[in-house]
């Protein structure tokens, strides 16, 4: 007997930064229902696990946190060390922040968790456009990582990335047109994982320079 499938049904990954929470509004207008999903992968922004969390509970939706300890036991970078100096990458380099395998990671549970739900929607906030040079946000491995999930576990599996094509400002904009800037307060970004953020690593550099670029003034605090 075949498995049925909630197909108007997501489960967002949700960090509790800007994009995945424009994602999940988002989501809210596409989908009848949404859970998310959070990582506690020992990052130093842990403010963003708090954030997701607070934004949750604002708008009453499932919500599950999972420990993944293993990436900072195998990786070294500026997002699980504190000895890592938060640095943007050169021509031909990755950027201090990268962390290696964790966008495929959390696609592979996430998918685990939608799946013992009957849930074939995954909604992630992964970008080509604007973003950190990091190689599991391009578009070509979001394919082969959804042909690979339905392969690994017999599900129709559709990984969805509205802002995949889209600029920092135009991702504040459809935040915007989604009726969700207010949610955006309560969002965290900063690599540093300060609070007021810092206004001076990649992340928030590159979040101030969207909501310049669209003309509105960020919603939350700087330094």
Not at 18 to 27: E, G, H, I, V
Not at 89 to 107: E, I, M, S
Not at 146 to 158: D, I, N
Request: proline content about 4%.
């Amino acid at each position: 007997m075949a498995m049925s499938v909630k197909n108007k049904e997501a489960v967002v990954l949700h960090s509790g930064g800007q994009d995945s929470t424009t994602c999940l509004a988002w989501a809210l207008k596409k989908f009848d229902s949404v859970r998310l999903i959070s990582f506690d992968y020992g990052q130093r922004h842990k403010t963003e696990i708090k954030a997701a969390q607070t934004i949750a509970k604002k708008l009453k939706l499932s919500h599950k946190t999972i420990k993944l300890p293993i990436l900072k036991e195998l990786t070294k970078n500026a997002l699980t060390d504190k000895s890592v100096k938060v640095k943007a990458g050169k021509k031909g380099t990755l950027p201090t922040t990268f962390v290696d395998g964790r966008n495929a990671l959390f696609l592979n549970i996430a998918a685990i968790y939608a799946k013992q739900h009957k849930i074939p929607n995954i909604v992630t906030g992964v970008c080509q456009t604007d973003y950190s040079g990091y190689p599991d946000c391009r578009n070509d491995f979001i394919k082969s990582m959804q042909k690979t999930l339905q392969l690994a576990m017999e599900f129709p599996f559709k990984i969805h990335t509205p802002l995949m094509f889209l600029t920092k400002a135009q991702t504040v904009a459809l935040m915007d047109k989604l009726g969700g800037l207010e949610l955006l307060k309560y969002t965290h970004t900063c690599y540093e994982g300060v609070s007021p953020a810092c206004g001076k690593c990649p992340a928030c550099k590159l979040r101030l320079k969207g909501f310049k670029e669209y003309g509105i003034d960020d919603l939350i605090y700087y330094r």
